[in-house]
């Protein structure tokens, strides 16, 4: 029953706290080898249940493999403490990618939820990359659509936590990662929602927090900005509802290709754009547009074409997104 609400949750914390239910009822903490846990689990679970786990295994294994590398069965990083910083979609899959070679891994995100809604179209080599470590038993209708092949960031987080949780990632959320001490002695300290300060030893350090991030900035590292192009970005979420937008097909147009479809948005609700694609969320309708500022001022949106883009009118941006939608 544990195990089923672990698949069955839908964010992070309640996959975490559920997953260390699963574990104390098994007497096992992490870290835990998943050998050991399949052992003890998986004769416990019906087939359906039990995929995940039959995936992973299969997966350590290379049981389907034409040339297996032997990486994981050797565990090259067995010796090796990981800090991966970062939950995001390339933090949680290199936290897996450490696990299966044998590390010990430490998963650290400010975050305490998951909760980005836009989208992101994945290659097929993606697909089938998250199939085979179980994908389709923790989200049954995982590329198997016929159109775009996109999932959202917050979905494909919590896919990955799990199949990392799994595995025996240690995860830490709502905890900040810093680096504290002198230049001649610098330490990795992790601080909870009580500013608690705990020293966290490790051997590989993965910074996967983005420019944002307070680690790389001790190492020395920079961000430039190598080129730039003025364009205007707009995503609208519009949440599900039983009504006619459930119709809507996925779409992804440029104005040279749909003049028509374009004219008239322009003509009628004032959406002056260069292109608007639509998907289709487990959760919500997704449009990323890109509209001409001419257009965002004969909107109400900004005041004039120069307008920064932090001057915009929020209410008339979103009725403008919504006339678009509509």
């Excluded at 706290?17 to 992490?30: E, G, M, T």
């Excluded at 209708?141 to 960031?153: D, N, P, R, S, T």
Aim: net charge neutral.
């Amino acid at each position: 029953e544990c195990f089923r609400e672990f698949l069955d949750a839908t964010d992070a914390l309640d996959s975490v706290n559920a997953f260390r239910r699963v574990l104390q009822s098994l007497s096992l903490a992490c870290p835990f080898d998943f050998r050991a846990l399949n052992a003890v689990l998986r004769p416990q679970l019906d087939r359906r249940l039990g995929g995940l786990l039959d995936c992973i295994s299969q997966k350590l294994a290379e049981t389907q493999v034409k040339a297996p590398h032997n990486r994981y069965t050797s565990a090259p990083l067995a010796t090796v403490a990981a800090v991966v910083c970062g939950a995001g979609p390339v933090g949680l899959r290199t936290a897996i990618e450490l696990r299966a070679l044998g590390a010990e891994v430490s998963v650290y995100d400010k975050r305490a939820q998951f909760s980005r809604l836009n989208r992101l179209k994945l290659w097929e080599w993606v697909k089938f990359d998250l199939i085979s470590w179980g994908a389709r038993h923790i989200m049954p209708k995982f590329g198997a659509g016929a159109g775009h092949l996109h999932i959202g960031i917050r979905q494909l987080q919590l896919l990955l936590l799990k199949v990392s949780l799994v595995l025996g990632v240690n995860m830490h959320l709502g905890v900040v990662l810093s680096q504290e001490g002198s230049d001649q002695e610098q330490l990795l300290v992790a601080r909870g929602p009580a500013d608690e300060a705990t020293f966290v030893p490790f051997d590989v350090l993965v910074e996967a927090g983005g420019p944002s991030s307070l680690v790389w900035q001790a190492a020395g590292f920079t961000f430039d900005v190598v080129g730039t192009a003025q364009a205007t970005g707009l995503v609208a979420n519009f949440q599900r509802q039983p009504g006619p937008g459930e119709e809507l097909k996925e779409f992804s147009w440029a104005r040279q290709f749909n003049r028509d479809l374009f004219d008239r948005l322009k003509h009628d609700v004032l959406a002056d754009l260069e292109n608007i694609v639509y998907l289709r969320g487990e959760e919500a309708h997704y449009f990323v547009m890109t509209p001409k500022r001419q257009g965002l001022v004969a909107a109400g949106v900004l005041h004039e074409p120069i307008s920064p883009l932090t001057a915009a009118d929020g209410e008339a941006l979103r009725s403008h997104a919504r006339a678009i939608a509509g």
